[in-house]
């Protein structure tokens, strides 16, 4: 467990670390407004257009391979990211970062669900696991404006060397490797490349003036959905998987609930800095009471899902972070911090932690142990790929009408209020919710009925 969460920690600090030294970024190395937004996007695009393949390989290759290579790639791109001369780089080695994360956050995942496997404890674990997650993102935000300001925007990204070095020694002695007599099979790279390609080139042709590669970037991801159907040997994506109704309804949800949090985090760094002054210390000051509301909000969420159960805990949470961000979208630059910022955003927030660990356990529920990477690689697939979508929407959005930030608020609560009818759609814990391959075998079925039932 020690493993999982400081592997969580380390792709969480990286998100989050860098939100509030885009100002200082775009200054340093001339990115042009619209290019900033690339700086957070290109990471959740390749960690989320290849946490279907991360996923499969830690299943294919054993989790303690996948996460000694993974580490190792996410450590070397930090070190070039940090050292970046122009934006192409910077962009690039982003990128890479999200590759190697891609295959850490699955395996990190999987360590736990495949460790817990009574109800009460996994949700525990999964509780602690989201916790360490929001306090990664609350370091995050406070070493991130602390360096910033005291140091260069580039610790940002060399920070994440130190931590990667001490999580491959933790790893070497207490992860598993293969099972023996386990035979290899050759993971869906086309398939990993198609759907990467594909939303790369949709988040790019976002923008007006960029149709044909919107179109292109569709016609990438149709490729995907055939080919994984009738191409691939060992599909990044199994469409029994996708049959489950937890699963599916969950990672609608959680791409939805990404896109809405990201894209407040975005912009409010910029509006916090370009429209009310705050420096990157006072913006991450601004923003660590949100991260602690999310650990608060994970651990609420691990006492009152007993009793409650996802569909409730789900539905109550989205609405909550839905009136938050209508309460968010009356914020301008001179409206009170505490009135239209401060306490709005602990509502997202508080409210946000609620609904991860309902999101996280629906998203996993009822899978086997060959699928369980697979079934993780997809959870953290929706909310990265939802974070990317959504700041890059909402920048196509804010750029073609500068200014306050209302309207990408009031977008954000619409968000929310369709993830709380989602909810609804999530099957009581006596109802059957994944459509199995074939007849399982005793242990199998014991094992489903125990991680459907509510945690």
């Known amino acids: 467990m020690t493993v999982a969460c400081t592997t969580q920690f380390v792709v969480v600090l990286d998100v989050s670390v860098v939100h509030v030294a885009l100002p200082s970024v775009r200054h340093d190395l001339g990115f042009s407004t619209e290019g900033l937004q690339w700086v957070?996007?290109?990471?959740?695009?390749?960690?989320?257009?290849?946490?279907l393949l991360g996923g499969r390989l830690a299943d294919l290759i054993g989790q303690r391979p996948a996460l000694l290579g993974g580490m190792a790639l996410f450590a070397t791109a930090s070190l070039v990211a940090g050292l970046a001369w122009g934006p192409g780089v910077l962009i690039a080695a982003r990128a890479v970062q999200g590759i190697g994360a891609a295959v850490l956050s699955p395996v990190s995942l999987t360590l736990l669900t495949s460790e817990f496997h009574d109800a009460k404890l996994r949700a525990r674990?999964?509780?602690?696991?989201?916790?360490?997650?929001?306090?990664?993102?609350?370091?995050?935000?406070?070493?991130?404006g602390l360096v910033t300001q005291y140091l260069n925007w580039r610790w940002t990204m060399l920070i994440n060397v130190p931590i990667a070095l001490l999580v491959l020694v933790l790893a070497r002695g207490t992860v598993a490797g293969r099972a023996r007599g386990t035979a290899w099979r050759t993971p869906d790279v086309v398939g990993a490349l198609a759907v990467t390609g594909g939303l790369v080139a949709c988040v790019y042709g976002v923008e007006p003036g960029r149709r044909p590669v919107l179109g292109a970037g569709l016609a990438l991801l149709a490729f995907f959905a055939v080919w994984e159907a009738r191409g691939a040997r060992e599909p990044l994506l199994p469409i029994p998987v996708l049959r489950n109704r937890s699963v599916s309804v969950a990672n609608v949800g959680m791409f939805l609930t990404a896109a809405a949090t990201f894209s407040m985090w975005f912009f409010l760094s910029l509006h916090l800095q370009n429209q009310r002054g705050f420096g990157p210390l006072e913006t991450g000051l601004a923003f660590l009471p949100q991260y602690l509301a999310i650990v608060a909000g994970a651990q609420l969420a691990a006492r009152l899902l007993p009793a409650y159960g996802a569909k409730r805990m789900l539905a109550v949470a989205a609405l909550l972070q839905s009136a938050g961000f209508a309460w968010l979208s009356a914020a301008g630059p001179h409206s009170p911090f505490l009135v239209h910022i401060l306490l709005p955003g602990l509502l997202v927030t508080l409210a946000l932690g609620l609904a991860s660990t309902p999101l996280t356990m629906a998203a996993t529920s009822g899978m086997a142990a060959d699928r369980a990477g697979t079934a993780s690689g997809l959870v953290n697939t929706s909310r990265h790929l939802g974070g990317a979508m959504g700041v890059a929407a909402l920048a196509a959005v804010a750029g073609q009408q500068p200014g306050?930030?209302?309207?990408?608020?009031?977008?954000?609560?619409?968000?929310?209020?369709?993830?709380?009818?989602?909810?609804?759609?999530?099957?009581?814990?006596?109802?059957?919710?994944?459509?199995?391959?074939?007849?399982?075998?005793p242990a199998d079925r014991t094992e489903r009925k125990d991680s459907s039932e509510p945690a």
């Open 40 to 51: 957070v996007t290109a990471y959740m695009l390749a960690f989320g257009g290849s946490l």
């Open 125 to 144: 674990a999964l509780a602690a696991w989201g916790g360490v997650a929001a306090a990664a993102g609350a370091a995050g935000v406070f070493v991130g």
């Open 404 to 441: 306050g930030v209302d309207r990408i608020f009031r977008t954000d609560a619409l968000l929310l209020a369709a993830v709380a009818v989602l909810a609804l759609l999530l099957p009581k814990p006596s109802e059957p919710d994944t459509v199995p391959e074939g007849p399982p075998p």
